[in-house]
Every structure is written in C-alpha cells, then in structure tokens.
C-alpha cells in the first residue's frame, strides 16, 4: 500500500446523477462534470469520457511545453494545443494533436518543444499504456 500512496500523481471520484450518463467528478478537489452526447442518450452536460482524456493530454502538454520554455527563458507568449480523437474501427485509433506556439523562437527552440511535447507526463502514459487495477467494493 505505500508504494501506492508514494507513487500517486492524481486522482479522481466520479459519481453518477439521475440524469442518464451524466457524472459528477471530484478531481482532488476540482469539480468537473462528465456526460454524453444527446445522439448518445446523454444531455451534453459535460464533455463526453474521451474529451476529458484529450484535455488532460492538451493541458500536460501545453503546461510541459511552457515550462521547459520558462525554464530555459525562450521567448514563448502562448500556446494552444488542439486535439482529436479517431477510431475507424476496433483496432485503428489515434490522437490528432496540433501544436501552435506563439513567440519569437527560432527554428532550434520549435524542433526541441516539438521533441518535449512527445516526452510529456500524459504522452508517455497514452503511448505506453498504463496498467488498470480494478476492485469492486461491496454494496
């Protein structure tokens, strides 16, 4: 058990609501809310389980990219990061991720955030896959 607590990075409880595939999510502490599609049974009150993951990717990968630049005083002034998830079928998925960086950098400081944002926390986990272990408690 304490390579668990020691190890943690973030966590999550999502509880449902009466409204069908709605959630209600504490994220450490941060409300967010979760919902389908109405072309899926939902109400669209929340972005759907996959634009939750792609904003966790856009968001590592926009707070990556800022800080390395911070880091080493680049003049990066922004950055905006957009996402698309895909799936042609069960076996063919992939992530569409366009990287748009406001500042003066040169050509060397693009091409070394292009090899950050390929190295970031999120990236890693998505590319790699990362083991679940799932317990049911009981009623």
Same mark, same amino acid.
């Given at each position: 058990?304490?390579?668990?607590?020691?190890?943690?990075? =973030?966590?999550?409880?999502?509880?449902?609501?009466?409204?069908?595939?709605?959630?209600?999510?504490?994220?450490?502490?941060?409300?967010?809310?979760?919902?389908? /599609?109405?072309?899926?049974?939902?109400?669209?009150?929340? /972005?759907? /389980?996959?634009?939750?993951?792609?904003?966790?990717?856009?968001?590592?990968?926009?707070?990556?990219?800022?800080?390395?630049?911070?880091?080493?005083?680049? /003049?990066?002034?922004?950055?905006?990061?957009?996402?698309?998830?895909?799936?042609?079928?069960?076996?063919?998925?992939?992530?569409?991720?366009?990287?748009?960086? =406001?500042?003066?950098?040169?050509?060397?400081?693009?091409?070394?955030?292009?090899?950050?944002?390929?190295?970031?926390?999120?990236?890693?986990?998505?590319?790699?896959?990362?083991?679940?272990?799932?317990?049911?408690?009981?009623?």
């Amino acid at each position: 058990m304490s390579e668990q607590r020691d190890s943690r990075i =973030a966590g999550a409880i999502v509880y449902t609501e009466a409204t069908p595939y709605a959630a209600r999510i504490d994220a450490d502490g941060h409300a967010l809310r979760a919902d389908e /599609p109405v072309a899926h049974g939902g109400q669209d009150s929340g /972005p759907a /389980p996959f634009g939750l993951v792609m904003s966790g990717l856009g968001a590592c990968t926009a707070i990556t990219l800022r800080m390395y630049a911070e880091h080493k005083g680049w /003049p990066l002034e922004g950055i905006q990061v957009r996402l698309d998830y895909h799936a042609a079928g069960r076996e063919t998925r992939w992530i569409d991720r366009v990287v748009t960086l =406001a500042g003066a950098l040169d050509d060397s400081q693009r091409t070394k955030l292009a090899e950050i944002a390929e190295r970031t926390p999120v990236t890693k986990a998505i590319k790699t896959g990362t083991e679940i272990r799932t317990t049911f408690n009981p009623a």
